[in-house]
């Protein structure tokens, strides 16, 4: 099946500072992207949707000037958590749609971000 | 908005056993509803959709609208089935997946 690749898989960084995480779809192209935020032993939230060519969609309550996206291209898509602060540590998950194979939607495999 | 409910966090069965893992959803209108699972150390992935009305690795739901329920079942549990697994719900026809707190099935020998 189709495959939804994300990077990096863990990141650690210091608070203030900015770290991007990348979502690919490596063998379909997904005009439609999703972001999710996962806290331990909760339920996956949407945050936005990452549409290509077009400012991403937030969900409310998400803040679009600290969690940055962009889809710059057809099979990427871009979270950037900027001035990151300890409370944003979390697992954050991608999908992408495949809107040629029934409007399947795959997931990435997450990245856990800490932030010391 | 729209809601999905697991009641079960956990749900622990002896292989063989039936398992039924449960969801109710609210919703006014007519959603599409999912079920994911998420295998150890793997990636959510796609079960089955109501509108398929098909049946994976031996598993059914089916859409009770009366009830708002949309529970998942396997008439005998395998040991490989030991996975989390989420409901989920689109509504109006987008793609934008709301998902419950999922239900982690322990199937032991």
């Known amino acids: 099946g189709a495959v939804v690749s994300q990077h990096p898989s863990r990141v650690i960084c210091k608070s203030g500072t900015s770290v991007k995480i990348e979502c690919r779809s490596l063998?379909?192209?997904?005009?439609?992207m999703f972001w999710y935020r996962q806290f331990p032993k909760q339920s996956l939230m949407l945050m936005a949707t990452?549409?290509?060519?077009?400012?991403?969609?937030?969900e409310q309550g998400v803040e679009k000037d600290k969690f940055l996206i962009n889809h710059a291209s057809l099979t990427l898509s871009t979270l950037t958590v900027t001035s990151a602060h300890p409370e944003d540590s979390s697992f954050y998950i991608c999908?992408?749609?495949?809107?040629?194979?029934?409007?399947?939607?795959?997931f990435g495999e997450g990245s856990w971000l800490t932030v010391v | 908005a729209q809601r999905v409910t697991q009641p079960e966090k956990l749900l622990s069965v002896f292989k063989g056993a039936p398992v039924e893992l449960k969801c109710n959803y609210s919703y006014s209108g007519s959603p599409e509803l999912f079920w994911y699972v998420q295998y150890s150390r793997q990636r959510l992935q796609l079960l089955l959709r109501?509108?398929s009305r098909e049946s994976i690795k031996g598993f059914t739901a089916d859409l009770n609208k009366g009830e708002t329920s949309f529970h998942l079942k396997k008439p005998f549990a395998q040991e490989e089935d030991s996975a989390m697994y989420y409901c989920a719900l689109t509504t109006g026809g987008g793609n934008k997946l709301t998902f419950g707190t999922g239900t982690q099935l322990k199937v032991e020998l």
């Open positions: 109501h509108i």
């Open positions: 999908s992408a749609l495949d809107s040629l194979s029934g409007n399947t939607i795959y």
């Open positions: 063998d379909f192209q997904a005009t439609t």
């Open positions: 990452s549409n290509e060519g077009s400012k991403a969609t937030y």
